[in-house]
T-cell receptor
Framework: AQTVTQSQPEMSVQEAETVTLSCTYDTSENNYYLFWYKQPPSRQMILVIR??????QNATENRFSVNFQKAAKSFSLKISDSQLGDTAMYFC?????????????????FGQGTRLTINP | GAGVSQSPSNKVTEKGKDVELRCDPISGHTALYWYRQRLGQGLEFLIYFQGNSAPDKSGLPSDRFSAERTGESVSTLTIQRTQQEDSAVYLCASSSDRGGNQPQHFGDGTRLSIL
């Protein structure tokens, strides 16, 4: 079974600083996807960034980037020039790649989350 | 609307009552998921629907929980004889693909409080 671990329950930084959120995972799969989701107080889970395991290049989305270390099973999120609107819970998640002919859900497996606060 | 819609937004009910939660996925999305999020926790998978295939119910915590989906449209999650431990946010997500090729899009959830 896959597990996802986020070792930082809470983090706090000043606006405009850079912050890195940690995530490690455990799997025997070779093909999979990793995600970071943001959950503000509105409760909606918002996809921040996605990484495909077979791609060596780290994914980037504007101020958000990841450091994907497949051998170490590590997937950290870096937020540059942090903004007040980045304040939220951040969840790391894992999903196996789609297998043809295999029924059933490709379920997202979530970590416990990191509460990030950006201070003015 | 363009996103996943869930109703009600909040539900407070007495222990022992039945509740029904509704999810309206993004039009055209064949895959639909229900998750439960307890306070301060990550999301736990409950059930999955994909087109006309039999649902994957492997995450349902007890036989008090059930869900239905008509075709590729609305889904309802029903909890019978609610218990206090059922208090949580119930999130629905839909996707145009059941794997990671297309991401899951989430609704705002229903916050269920059992008194």
């Amino acid at each position: 079974a896959q597990t996802v671990t986020q070792s930082q329950p809470e983090m706090s930084v000043q606006e405009a600083e850079t912050v890195t959120l940690s995530c490690t995972y455990d799997t025997s799969e070779n093909n999979y996807y990793l995600f970071w989701y943001k959950q503000p107080p509105s409760r909606q889970m918002i996809l921040v960034i996605r990484q495909e395991a077979y791609k060596q290049q780290n994914a980037t989305e504007n101020r958000f980037s990841v450091n994907f270390q497949k051998a170490a099973k590590s997937f950290s999120l870096k937020i540059s020039d942090s903004q007040l609107g980045d304040t939220a819970m951040y969840f790391c998640a894992f999903i196996k790649s789609l297998e043809e002919g295999i029924q059933g859900a490709q379920k997202l497996v979530f970590g416990q989350g990191t509460r990030l606060t950006i201070n003015p | 609307g363009a996103g996943v819609s869930q109703s009600p937004s909040n539900k407070v009910t007495e222990k022992g009552k039945d509740v029904e939660l509704r999810c309206d996925p993004i039009s055209g999305h064949t895959a639909l998921y229900w998750y439960r999020q307890r306070l301060g926790q990550g999301l736990e998978f409950l059930i999955y629907f994909q087109g006309n295939s039999a649902p994957d119910k492997s995450g349902l915590p007890s036989d008090r929980f059930s869900a239905e989906r008509t075709g590729e449209s609305v889904s309802t999650l029903t909890i019978q004889r609610t218990q206090q431990e059922d208090s949580a946010v119930y999130l629905c997500a839909s996707s145009s693909d059941r794997g990671g090729n297309q991401p899951q899009h989430f609704g705002d959830g229903t916050r269920l409080s059992i008194l």
